[in-house]
């Protein structure tokens, strides 16, 4: 089963609001670089990264976060606080991995990915 990004981000993005998360953002873009959700809890600015795959055949979702997306989301993030004038000393990465199969939706949150 296929599952479009948008589809998984507003996944992710339910998903996080049913946690308490408060979503400030989706779909962030800066130049080249772009951030999927900017998140806050408990005075914790979260910038997550939203990987969604209609199977698990060649590898999990969260599997699939190269170095260079990585280095991109940081910048991102780092241009979004300066934008808002955040001065946030807590800030975290996380990955929310959607996998959409014949059995329905698995949502795995890794907090802290990277």
Request: hydrophobic fraction near 35%; avoid cysteine.
């Amino acid at each position: 089963m296929k599952i479009s990004g948008k589809e998984g981000e507003e996944i992710a993005a339910k998903y996080l609001e049913g946690k308490g998360y408060q979503i400030l953002a989706r779909n962030y873009r800066v130049k080249r670089q772009e951030i999927d959700i900017i998140a806050h809890e408990k005075d914790i600015y979260i910038f997550v990264e939203v990987k969604s795959r209609g199977s698990s055949d060649f590898g999990f979702p969260e599997d699939f976060l190269s170095p260079q997306q990585e280095g991109r989301i940081r910048s991102a993030a780092t241009y979004y606080l300066n934008e808002h004038s955040i001065s946030a000393k807590d800030i975290r990465f996380d990955i929310v991995s959607i996998l959409k199969n014949k059995d329905g939706v698995e949502i795995e949150h890794f907090e802290d990915a990277f």
